[in-house]
T-cell receptor, first 110, second 111 residues
Framework: QKEVEQNSGPLSVPEGAIASLNCTYS??????FFWYRQYSGKSPELIMS????GDKEDGRFTAQLNKASQYVSLLIRDSQPSDSATYLC??????????FGKGTRLSVIA | DAEITQSPRHKITETGRQVTLACHQT?????MFWYRQDLGHGLRLIHY???????NKGEVSDGYSVSRSNTEDLPLTLESAASSQTSVYFC??????????FGPGTRLTVT
């Protein structure tokens, strides 16, 4: 059974702080890793993808992957109230559908 | 711009009726997926397709069917709607790199 685990939250951070979202996965054969943002009442939106160990930065977002520990994280620097949403972690093994975590709800307090 | 659309956006139907939800993508992606999302369960995969004439069951496929006659469309049919199928339904598509892009969703209520 392939599993992706996330803390459901809510994770509350003050405006301007760094938000750290974490995800663990069970299948060591996982190859591709994604973070989606979902605002209430909207569809998931892809914000980051990462395929190899280390950090990947895109604006205020940094994805971190550690395959040995089966751990992927998303850091949001200078958090804004507009970042308040549910963040979904998704993991892929080649030729199989993505496996999604249930998401972490982030609340950025102004 | 390429996009993925779903219709209708909202649907109310009665128990026992057949319902079809449409999904259309202009990304030219081979892979298409249907999910339902309910509070406490996250996204659950219903059916998926890796190309024309290819369909596969996901974890919650009972009571649902799909067919893929072209690259752009993957309609989802509820054979006999049940109250347990009240949910928000999302369609998604991806290329070989597995980055999935989601449609806006259909909110289905079965009364």
């Amino acid at each position: 059974q392939k599993e992706v685990e996330q803390n459901s939250g809510p994770l509350s951070v003050p405006e301007g702080a760094i938000a750290s979202l974490n995800c663990t996965y069970s299948d060591r054969g996982s190859q591709s890793f994604f973070w989606y943002r979902q605002y209430s009442g909207k569809s998931p939106e892809l914000i980051m993808s990462i395929y190899s160990n280390g950090d990947k930065e895109d604006g205020r977002f940094t994805a971190q992957l550690n395959k040995a520990s089966q751990y992927v994280s998303l850091l949001i620097r200078d958090s804004q109230p507009s970042d308040s949403a549910t963040y979904l972690c998704a993991v892929n093994i080649a030729n199989t559908p993505l496996v999604f975590g249930k998401g972490t709800r982030l609340s950025v307090i102004a | 711009d390429a996009e993925i659309t779903q219709s209708p956006r909202h649907k109310i139907t009665e128990t026992g009726r057949q319902v079809t939800l449409a999904c259309h993508q202009t990304w030219n992606h081979n892979n298409m997926f249907w999910y339902r999302q309910d509070l406490g369960h996250g996204l659950r995969l219903i059916h998926y397709s890796y190309g024309v004439q290819d369909t596969n069951k996901g974890e919650v496929s009972d009571g649902y069917s799909v067919s893929r006659s072209n690259t752009e469309d993957l309609p989802l049919t509820l054979e006999s709607a049940a109250s347990s199928q009240t949910s928000v339904y999302f369609c998604a598509s991806s290329d070989f790199q597995a980055e999935q892009y989601f449609g806006p969703g259909t909110r289905l209520t079965v009364t």
